[in-house]
């Protein structure tokens, strides 16, 4: 297995991909090959100052980023030697299992959908994030940020592969499906919630739960939670404030802790066909790490082809 990894992506690049890649080394199975795409000299002298032997990874050579700021189609086209366009070109070769970067996420989108495109059937791929649950565990809420705008269609097929990656990545048996809504009853919420609701309802593709409010978030009424990428967005980045804020404030508290983006990774783009994974731009060796881990799992459980059985 080969798992690729954007050494130049990310606020703290190349310190904290590398740092991360030396963490997920000591874990995963001595069968699975990092290969590194940046910088070929800054990598080896990076591998070689924590003690590892730069012959024990792959290492492509590119210099080109994509930078956070940049317009994603344009940037993916104009630059092919970036190292996201690098590690695209590697997985549709079939060189690479995984890919996964902490730098320009629309880039990420474009280049799954431009090289190894979308799962035939699927309308939108998306991304998802895990909220704890105070009960242990956590929730898994998609989409939220790849799609503003989502019609009752693309919120049903949410569902499908929320369900299909609580189940087979992290062994929830039947989870359970709810849509987020602004009050319990099937005829709250704006027109596209409605109609989501009534495809939903009587669905044999997952087990659907009804709506949920923005207060069972947290609790234990769903394991999968699905709504347009605007909300989703929005209700993610609340969440991290807070976190951020009880941080500040030195509190230290079981539960809180959980919410640290740090213990979760990156997220898979749910859809397309191949295993790639997008990481916060400020991710940590730690949350490095856990992406490259999470990345295994993934190719591991076969994900790409249970959902393009599904569909």
Known sequence: MKIGIDILGGDFAPGAPLEGVCLAYAELPSHVR??????????????????????????????????????????????????????????????????????????????????IKAIPGVIRPCITTAFPKESGGFNLLLDVGTNADCKPDVLYQFAILGKLFAEHVFGMKDPKVGLLN??????????????????????????????????????????????E?????????????????????????????????????????LGVNGTVMVGHGISTPLAIKKMLTLSYDIVKAQLPEKIRQAF
Do not use: W
């Open 182 to 227: 602004i009050g319990e009853e099937p005829e709250k919420g704006n027109l596209v919630a409605q109609a989501a609701h009534a495809m939903m309802k009587d669905s044999r593709d997952f087990n659907f739960i009804g709506n949920v409010e923005g207060r069972q978030i947290f609790s234990d009424e769903a394991d999968v939670i699905v709504c």
């Open 229 to 269: 990428g605007f909300t989703g967005n929005v209700v993610l980045k609340f969440a991290e404030s807070i976190y951020s804020k009880i941080k500040s404030r030195g509190i230290d508290d079981e539960y809180f802790n959980r919410f640290n983006y740090e213990l979760y990774g990156g997220t898979p783009i």
């Open 34 to 115: 990092l290969v590194l795409i940046g910088d070929q000299e800054q990598i080896r002298s990076g591998l070689s100052q924590k003690g590892l032997d730069p012959e024990k990874f792959d290492i492509v050579h590119a210099t080109e980023t994509i930078g956070m700021g940049e317009h994603p189609v344009k940037a993916f086209s104009q630059k092919p030697n970036s190292t996201i366009a690098t590690g695209f070109r590697l997985m549709k070769e079939g060189n690479l299992d995984a890919f996964s970067s902490c730098g320009n996420s629309g880039a990420m989108l474009v280049g799954a959908m431009y090289t």
